[in-house]
Antibody, heavy 119, light 110 residues
Framework: QVHLVQSGADVKEPGASVIVSCKAS????????IHWVRQAPGQGLQWVAW????????KSAQDFQGRVNLTRDTATDTAYLQLARLTSDDTAIYYC????????????WGQGTLVTVSS | QTVLTQPPSASGTPGQRVTISCSGT????????VNWYQQLPGTAPRVVIY???QRPSGVPDRFSASKSGTSASLAISGLQSEDEGDYYC???????????FGGGTRLTVL
């Protein structure tokens, strides 16, 4: 069974960076993309970026360019999202999810990681 | 920012059929498949329609989708209380080389 398990909730001060991990199991990690999507409190879904675990190629939404870094460890089937220069607007649940190539089919999703930015 | 346009809310009574619309452009809905996601309260989203009107295992055939030009829609027939939640459309955008979402539609079963 396919599972994506994310790291736990985190609290950061404005200006800091956060790293969220996403461990995949139940499928060949390098055969599917990993997407990151976030959801601010009471708001809708916002796509952040995708990672091709096989090649390491990444692409992020314009809102995050220059602040987001996606990496992976193929030895442990784990993907990482690093977001820098945090502001209160970055307070959200961050989801990782398996992507089926250059299409918008994203499933399954991880359980989500709440990142709170507060002084 | 939201690229695809959805109505903020929809409602129906048990047993009714409801539809949720999604409008985009030629760089996304007009040239790629539209996927639909259901998010029940307090849970992560899950895909209910992918590709051309395909349902993952476990999603009842009460869910169906269609597309015409730059508009798409999700239909839920035989509405049940368990269908209450938020629904999002999503499409690949060839200009952005990434995924774009709709703003979401909150479905209420009256």
């Amino acid at each position: 069974q396919v599972h994506l398990v994310q790291s736990g909730a985190d609290v950061k001060e404005p200006g800091a960076s956060v790293i969220v991990s996403c461990k995949a199991s139940g499928y060949t990690f390098t055969s599917y993309f990993i997407h990151w999507v976030r959801q601010a409190p009471g708001q809708g879904l916002q796509w952040v970026a995708w990672l091709n675990p096989k090649s390491g190629v990444t692409k992020s939404a314009q809102d995050f360019q220059g602040r987001v870094n996606l990496t992976r460890d193929t030895a442990t089937d784990t993907a990482y999202l690093q977001l820098a220069r945090l502001t209160s607007d970055d307070t959200a649940i961050y989801y990782c999810a398996r992507g089926w190539g250059l299409v918008a089919r994203i499933d399954p999703w991880g359980q989500g990681t709440l990142v709170t930015v507060s002084s | 920012q939201t690229v695809l346009t959805q109505p903020p809310s929809a409602s129906g009574t048990p047993g009714q059929r409801v539809t949720i619309s999604c409008s985009g452009t030629n760089s996304n809905v007009g040239t790629t498949t539209v996927n639909w996601y259901q998010q029940l309260p307090g849970t992560a989203p899950r895909v209910v329609i992918y590709g051309i009107n395909q349902r993952p295992s476990g999603v009842p055939d009460r869910f169906s989708a269609s597309k015409s030009g730059t508009s798409a829609s999700l239909a839920i027939s035989g509405l049940q209380s368990e269908d209450e939640g938020d629904y999002y459309c999503a499409a690949w955008d060839n200009n952005l080389n990434g995924v774009v979402f709709g703003g979401g539609t909150r479905l209420t079963v009256l």
